[in-house]
């Protein structure tokens, strides 16, 4: 079953608000998680490192204000596109380690119109 | 910095033929080597993975082995069916790295035809 869930699994907003994506472990804790984005037909490239307790830490050329993540407990961390544009839309998807190996959610498909 | 270059795609193939798909694979430490599997619609899911060399991973018919000479960890199946027509990606998890993120290939498309 699922380690990792991840919510909502698809979700369209008008441009210019945000929208806020749920990554959880299901059945351990997580002090690190990761989000990836995919672009169509590409593939997986991280944006930030949640850190549990601190600030997560952003790639290169990823807007820390326009993605902000909180990892405010062991199990739940959470990405907000903040004043959502078109361009933003993607495919969203979080991983944590459970006993060395990663697990992925199952990803976030956001339109933004 | 690490990085995984892997097959373009799409690979189309019949049923029942011999799939290869390569993987190459640069890291500073002694990564962990994945295969991951994305249906259409849908999140990855770990198909096998090999943690030192010579390990071979193996699942659902699909063998990857660990070469650390040649860096590489190509995934291959005797028979493929369709329904294993999806999006496979290679991916390096670096020991040197905090917290064990990984690093994917660009992904390749398999289709496969009845």
């Known amino acids: 079953g699922a380690v990792v869930s991840q919510h909502p699994s698809r979700v369209i907003c008008k441009s210019g608000t945000s929208v806020k994506i749920e990554c959880r472990s299901l059945?351990?804790?997580?002090?690190?998680m990761f989000w990836y984005r995919q672009f169509p037909k590409q593939s997986l490239m991280l944006m930030a490192t949640?850190?549990?307790?601190?600030?997560?830490?952003?790639e290169q050329g990823v807007e820390k204000d326009k993605f902000l993540i909180n990892h405010a407990s062991l199990t739940l961390s959470t990405l907000t596109v903040t004043s959502a544009h078109p361009e933003d839309s993607s495919f969203y998807i979080c991983?944590?380690?459970?006993?060395?190996?990663?697990?992925f959610g199952q990803g976030t498909r956001l339109t933004v119109v | 910095g690490d990085s995984v270059t892997q097959m373009e795609g799409p690979v189309t193939l019949s049923e029942e033929a011999f799939l290869t798909i390569n993987c190459t694979y640069t890291a500073t430490g002694y990564p962990s080597l994945f295969w991951y599997v994305q249906y259409p619609g849908e999140g990855l899911q770990l198909l096998l993975k090999?943690?030192?060399?010579?390990d071979k991973g193996s699942n659902k018919g699909f063998e990857a082995t660990y070469r650390k000479e040649t860096t590489s960890f190509h995934l291959e199946k005797g028979s493929v069916q369709v329904s294993d027509s999806a999006v496979y990606f290679c991916?390096?998890?670096?020991?040197?790295?905090?917290?064990?993120?990984?690093?994917f290939g660009g992904g390749t498309r398999l289709m496969v035809k009845p």
């Open positions: 949640s850190n549990e307790g601190s600030k997560a830490t952003y």
């Open positions: 991916a390096l998890s670096d020991r040197n790295n905090a917290g064990n993120m990984l690093t």
């Open positions: 059945d351990f804790q997580a002090t690190t």
């Open positions: 090999a943690t030192k060399a010579d």
């Open positions: 991983s944590a380690q459970r006993l060395r190996e990663p697990f």
